[in-house]
């Protein structure tokens, strides 16, 4: 069984920047999915960027194309999302996870998801 930590979060001004880590314990294999969401007080978690792990293959979700970036690194087990360019509605704790079984159409779906981590928040003030 796979674990999930997370790090990285904290307070960052509007158009600060902020790298997120999600170091993964255990064996990694090529066909699993990292994926990060994002849930703010009152809403619903939120899916953000995921990568596959064998290819670096990435997916974004509109609200964040060409402002964060999902990376991985085999050798450290460790997926990153560098946020650029964040704004007041970044808000949230943001959560890394794990999809064992990837299916075709579920990589922005949270409950397709296997493992999470604890979350960290991030808090861009105005």
């Known amino acids: 069984q796979v674990q999930l930590v997370d790090s990285g979060g904290g307070l960052v001004q509007t158009g600060g920047s902020l790298r997120l880590s999600c170091a993964a314990s255990?064996?990694?294999?090529?066909?699993?999915?990292m994926g990060w969401f994002r849930q703010a007080p009152g809403k619903e978690r939120e899916f953000i960027a995921a990568?596959?792990?064998?290819?670096?293959?990435?997916d974004y979700a509109d609200s964040v194309k060409g402002r964060f970036t999902i990376s991985r690194d085999n050798a450290k087990n460790t997926v990153y999302l560098q946020m650029n360019s964040l704004a007041p509605e970044d808000t949230a704790v943001y959560y890394c996870?794990?999809?064992?079984?990837?299916?075709?159409?579920?990589?922005?779906?949270?409950?397709?998801?296997?493992?999470w981590g604890q979350g960290t928040q991030v808090t861009v003030s105005s």
């Open positions: 255990g064996r990694i294999f090529g066909s699993y999915v």
């Open positions: 990568i596959k792990w064998s290819t670096a293959s990435t």
């Open positions: 996870a794990l999809d064992y079984i990837p299916r075709m159409g579920t990589i922005d779906k949270a409950n397709a998801y296997d493992v």
